[in-house]
């Protein structure tokens, strides 16, 4: 089992740091259950995002693959372009294009999230990781090739 993303809790009106608080709110229920077989607490859920670099950096395709499906199947509409504009899309370009890939075929919902001027702020800011600028550009691409 993953975690949930922490993007999940993330909105324009609160930091990140209210975000992972929310998140490990909602895993507290997790970390204080017991394994029925083995009589010790169960294991905290990991990022699918911290999976992911673990298993690239292991070399396990198939744990990348998971990992990256889990993602891919936790994005909203909501909480896709923080994906799309975070430390682990911005290195890694199988997952930037698998958020891509979302972000465009839900470009309708998308564009009007609020997390649209939140992340135009943290630009107009300088806060965004240094790949922004390529991932802006194959959006923009990418929009301009469906016609929206």
């Known amino acids: ?4 993303l ?3 809790y993330l909105d324009p009106h609160n930091d990140l740091s209210l975000a992972r608080s929310s998140r490990l709110d909602m895993l507290r229920p997790t970390q204080e259950s017991q394994d029925v077989l083995l009589s010790v607490p169960s ?3 990991a990022s699918p995002k911290s999976v ?3 298993a690239d950096y292991l070399s396990l395709d198939d744990l990348k693959q998971l990992a990256l499906a889990h993602l891919v199947s936790r994005l909203t509409p909501t909480n896709a372009l923080y994906e799309l504009y975070g430390d682990v899309a911005t290195v890694y370009p199988a997952v930037r294009d698998a958020v891509l890939d979302y972000v465009v075929a839900n470009w309708n919902e998308v ?3 609020a997390a649209v001027q939140h992340v135009e702020e943290s630009a107009e800011a300088g ?3 240094s790949g922004a600028a390529k991932t802006a550009m ?3 691409a990418r929009l301009g ?3 929206r």
């Open 138 to 140: 194959l959006l923009a």
């Open 127 to 129: 806060a965004l990781r």
């Open 43 to 45: 294991p905290t859920p």
């Open 52 to 54: 992911y670099r673990l």
């Open 145 to 147: 090739q469906v016609g």
């Open 1 to 4: 089992m993953f975690a949930p």
């Open 111 to 113: 564009k009007t999230s």
């Open 6 to 8: 922490v993007s999940t």
